[in-house]
């Protein structure tokens, strides 16, 4: 089998001029016993010498390439690795930094940038990763220390869950500072919130479904026994059954969907809804229920109030909303729904209160501050019980429900308002609640304005400037 590589072949200059030598010495022997004469001699052991140099010019370069000194080596390929090595790193859609002394970030990944906010600049590490085991880490690895995994986590605005990987890593060329560290940080939020949530489900999950499926299996049991005759008592017991049924059919659903959006929580929405034509669309699939209780809606809604979000969860955040404004309120009563945009913070967070008697506002999700953002903002208003100051602080969380709240066969599940809070902070939007024992609720919820909604905004106020 042939060797992938050609052997080297060995061709000296001495054997070179050695094998010219001969035949020149041939000729001039030719010569002196007057084979030849002496004009052609001269040129015969002149074609000799010149066919011995061509021949050893050409063996010696295209059978026996030259072979590069290392030095020689690195120098041709290093910017082609150089190029390579930037292409690959740039292209990385985890975040990437090289920390050289001092903590001073050298080089950074477009990944890197944008999960610390680095901008176009960089600066020092600690200025953008506030994390003193990470930077413990950075400091030991530019010691030239090796150093384990570092896991840190963060709780707001939202909470997530980062790794951090730290090597050392020696650059020859630097005699005085030659050691850097490379710092890899990977997200793993979705693998925590995984965890917990497999652990809260079984915990909630068995808790809410133990009643139901007790009722479930005594019905059963009944309509087996002495109740197997009693048409009265059976249609009565699976009318009970049915509801538990469905009791558990929404706990469930609300559960899966609950955990769908804890798992993209940490991940900003990239689409832009109209929040005016999905209050209209949940108003209109509401109707029947309203018509039920005989409740009168009323809608203030502007036209094109446009943020940045999924619509399917917020339509989500009004159904939850404005079903609970509807199961909570007595019938013959009102709901008013409002939706305002181009709304500044302080307005959508701070409106002044509304409700009569001794009214007390909470704000249960917030979004980071950013004093020049805009929002748009949608209220709904219920003329029910109202909620007492104390139970503020606890609507939102699972399976919490109002004390009076509990009873009936068609009760929430506990879930709705722990649903809308992790929907709006996925939004980077805020969620409060107004409310005032015998006078009703005010559940409010505001959104960034989509960027383009934005950008015509500030030119429309250019233009009233101007």
């Known amino acids: 089998m042939a060797s992938d590589t050609q052997p080297s072949i060995r061709i000296r200059r001495r054997d070179t001029a050695a094998v010219a030598a001969l035949g020149s010495t041939v000729l001039l022997l030719l010569w002196i016993f007057g084979e030849l004469g002496f004009v052609q001699t001269i040129v015969a052991v002149a074609t000799v010498g010149a066919l011995s140099v061509f021949y050893y010019l050409t063996v010696s370069t295209t059978l026996n390439p030259r072979v590069m000194t290392p030095a020689a080596a690195e120098t041709a390929t290093a910017q082609p690795d150089s190029v390579t090595a930037d292409a690959m790193l740039f292209s990385l859609p985890i975040p990437v930094l090289l920390i050289g002394a001092g903590g001073r970030i050298e080089r950074a990944n477009p990944a890197a940038r944008e999960f610390l906010g680095l901008g176009s600049t960089s600066g020092n590490l600690s200025a953008v990763l506030r994390q003193p085991q990470v930077l413990e880490a950075v400091s030991s690895a530019l010691r030239g220390k090796a150093v384990d995994p570092v896991e840190y986590s963060n709780l707001a605005p939202v909470e997530s869950h980062v790794r951090a990987f730290v090597a050392p890593l020696r650059i020859e060329s630097d005699s005085v500072l030659p050691w850097r560290a490379m710092l890899v940080l990977t997200d793993e939020t979705s693998i925590k919130r995984a965890d917990r949530m497999r652990a809260d489900f079984l915990a909630n999950a068995s808790h809410e479904l133990r009643t139901p499926l007790a009722s479930l ?9 002495h109740a197997r ?18 009791r558990m059919q929404r706990l469930i659903n609300d559960l899966l969907s609950l955990s769908r959006i804890e798992m993209d929580e940490h991940v900003l929405p990239s689409g832009e809804a109209d929040i005016s034509a999905v209050t209209e669309d949940v108003i209109d699939v509401l109707r029947p229920q309203l018509a039920r209780k005989s409740i009168e809606l ?6 094109d109030a446009v943020a940045t979000g999924d619509r399917d969860q917020i339509t989500e955040v009004l159904v ?4 609970n404004a509807i199961k909570y309120s007595p019938s013959d009563s009102a709901i008013e729904v409002e939706v305002l945009s181009d709304t500044p913070r302080e307005v959508a967070e701070k409106r002044e209160l509304t409700l009569e008697g001794e009214s007390s506002r909470l704000s249960l999700a917030m979004p980071p501050s950013d004093p020049g953002e805009r929002y748009v903002v949608v209220r709904v208003r219920d003329h029910g019980k109202g909620i007492e100051r104390t ?8 399976f919490y429900r109002v004390d009076g709240q509990k009873s009936g066969p068609k009760e929430g599940t506990g879930l709705g308002l722990a649903i809308v809070k992790h929907i709006i902070n996925r939004h980077r939007g805020g969620f409060t609640v107004e409310s005032s024992p ?4 005010v559940f409010s919820f505001f959104l960034p304005v989509a960027r383009e909604r934005k950008a015509e905004l500030g030119d429309e106020t250019v233009d009233q400037d101007g």
């Open 391 to 398: 139970n503020l602080p606890r609507l939102s969380e699972r």
């Open 229 to 246: 005759e009693d048409v009265e008592a059976r249609e009565r017991f699976l009318g009970i059954m049915f509801d538990q049924t469905e």
């Open 217 to 225: 299996a005594g019905f059963i049991e009944t309509l087996r026994g």
């Open 298 to 303: 009323t809608a203030e809604i502007v036209p």
């Open 320 to 323: 939850n909303l404005i079903e």
């Open 438 to 441: 015998g006078h009703g609720s």
